[in-house]
C-alpha cells in the first residue's frame, strides 16, 4: 500500500544549529509534498507546499531562508531548519499526494524537533 | 481568512457510550471547501478518517460518521457507540480539492476512552 515515511522520528539539537528532516513516500509517485509544524498547543501550520517542476511556495511567517526545502524527485522531500531555536520546536509532518489524485494526502508520523 | 473550531479536549467517555465532537468552519478563501476528520493514535502519523466534498452529504469510516452542513457551516463527527480502541486526538480540516491542497486543521481534540 501506499505509505509516507518521515526520518528521524524524534531529534533535538542546540540552539542555533540547524537541523535536517526527511520524507520518503512509499507506493505512489509524490508529485505535491506539504510540510507542516504543530509547536507545543498549536494545532498543525502549513510551512510550504512542493510541487515537482514547480516552485515551492511558502505560507506567511515561513520563508526558505529559515525552512529551505527539496524535492527532488517524486519519492523524496527533505526541509532543513536553519538556526533552530526555542520556538522552532514541535512536531514536523509531511503530507503527500500523487496529481491528479482527488484524495487527501497522506501523511508521516512526523518528526518531533526539541531545542535546547 | 479560513479557519476551523472544533470541541475543546479533553473528552472523556466512558465504553459503549455515543459521542459527539463539534466542528465549525469559516472558508473564505476556499469557494467550495472539501472537510476532512483526521485521528492521531498514540504513537502514530495523521491518518484520515474521513472525508466529505460536497455540502449535504455524509462520510463515514469505522463507525464514526460526519455530515457537511453547508447552513450551519458545521462537521460534527458523531459515533454511537465508542471503544478503547478510539482513544486517540481528532482534528477537523478544511481544504482544496485539487491544486494547491492547503489544510487548516482545528487545534484537535483529545478523547480518552475508559472502560
Known amino acids: 500500500g501506499a505509505l509516507v515515511y518521515q526520518y528521524p522520528r524524534r531529534t533535538i539539537c542546540k540552539s542555533g544549529t540547524s537541523m535536517r528532516m526527511e520524507c520518503q513516500a512509499v507506493g505512489f509517485q509524490a508529485t505535491s509534498v506539504a510540510w507542516y509544524r504543530q509547536s507545543p498547543q498549536k494545532t498543525f501550520e502549513l510551512i510550504a507546499l512542493?510541487?515537482?517542476?514547480?516552485?515551492?511556495?511558502?505560507e506567511q511567517n515561513f520563508t526558505q531562508e529559515k525552512f529551505p526545502i527539496s524535492h527532488p524527485n517524486l519519492s523524496f522531500s527533505s526541509m532543513t531548519v536553519l538556526n533552530a531555536y526555542l520556538e522552532d520546536r514541535g512536531l514536523y509532518l509531511c503530507?503527500?499526494?500523487?496529481?491528479?489524485?482527488?484524495?487527501?494526502?497522506?501523511f508521516g508520523e512526523g518528526t518531533r524537533l526539541s531545542v535546547l | 481568512g479560513d479557519s476551523v473550531t472544533q470541541t475543546e479536549g479533553p473528552v472523556t467517555v466512558s465504553e459503549s457510550e455515543s459521542l459527539i465532537i463539534n466542528c465549525t468552519y469559516s472558508a473564505t478563501s476556499i469557494a467550495y471547501p472539501n472537510l476532512f476528520w483526521y485521528v492521531r493514535y498514540p504513537g502514530e502519523g495523521l491518518q484520515l478518517l474521513l472525508k466529505?466534498?460536497?455540502?449535504?452529504q455524509k462520510g463515514s469510516s469505522r463507525g464514526f460518521e460526519a455530515t457537511y452542513n453547508k447552513e450551519t457551516t458545521s462537521f460534527h463527527l458523531q459515533k454511537a457507540s465508542v471503544q478503547e480502541s478510539d482513544s486517540a486526538v481528532y482534528y477537523c480540516a478544511l481544504g482544496e480539492s485539487a491544486g494547491n491542497y492547503k489544510y487548516v486543521f482545528g487545534a484537535g481534540t483529545r478523547l480518552k476512552v475508559i472502560a
Open positions: 503530507g503527500a499526494r500523487e496529481a491528479g489524485n482527488n484524495q487527501a494526502p497522506l
Open positions: 466529505v466534498i460536497t455540502a449535504g
Open positions: 512542493s510541487t515537482v517542476n514547480s516552485a515551492i511556495k511558502y
